[in-house]
């Protein structure tokens, strides 16, 4: 990532801490349930158990046969939500013929960060399997970390990373930590920042999004701004965009909208 100056642990806090900086975010989390509700209703999906635990299954939302999927990674700082919340985001991709799956996966402190990412590989593993595809990867926050994680790995055909997390190490001496527990070599580690660049040299797509509200914090701006410098000079096919007018939860909206520029670019990725 690039250089920047030291900041405080208070700075920190403000920068992550999204729930503080967006006061009226209950609000947009009660419209994503209610909606979520609504789609189910619409659009019954099959549980698909993609591991042994109670919360390693995952919402199919099938738009066809040999429809392609997108997998969609929910937020939540790898500690809150399930993919009960989400549903309401299936119908804008079905429009276009593209089923949608959406796991949920077990949380922190439960688990430790590591294993998460090892779920959402069984995730992924699971479709492919099932399509004998890769298919492009989306999440948002906490799963734009883990989607830019199988991207990197070679299991994910491309990733769109909504206001995504690729250096963890600014997350250590914020709130948010008590529930992680990353020290600085866990966070490292786990940084997808630090992980291989795919460049084409190995199996997988190389197709990077890093999309993020332009009324968000600084922080999440900026990390979205330098993984897509940094992957994006070292061969990955990489783009940053700022959405106008939205805020970490708001930036969501667009995946209700079948015609909206976010819910095409998925689409388009894939079907390519």
Known sequence: MSDKPPQSDLDLEAGYNNRAAVPDH??????????????????????????????????????????????????????????????????????????????????CPDVRLGRIIGEIRDAVALIRTRTGRRPVVFGHSAGGHLAACMLSEGRASAAVAISGLFDLEPLIPTSLNEALRLDAREAAALSPVHWPVPNGSTPGGTVLDCVVGADETSEFVRQSRDMADDWGGKGVEARFEALPGLNHFTVLDPLGDPESGLVKRIVELAKA
């Open 26 to 107: 209950p609000v947009v989390m009660a419209r994503w349930k209610a909606d979520a509700e609504a789609a189910r209703v619409l659009h019954p999906p099959t549980a698909l158990p993609y591991g042994p635990g109670k919360r390693e299954v995952m919402d199919l939302f099938e738009a066809g046969p040999d429809a392609p999927v997108a997998v969609f990674i929910h937020g939540g700082y790898w500690q809150a939500l399930d993919r009960s919340w989400f549903s309401w985001i299936a119908p804008a991709i079905l429009k276009h013929g593209v089923s949608l799956a959406v796991p949920s996966y077990d949380l």
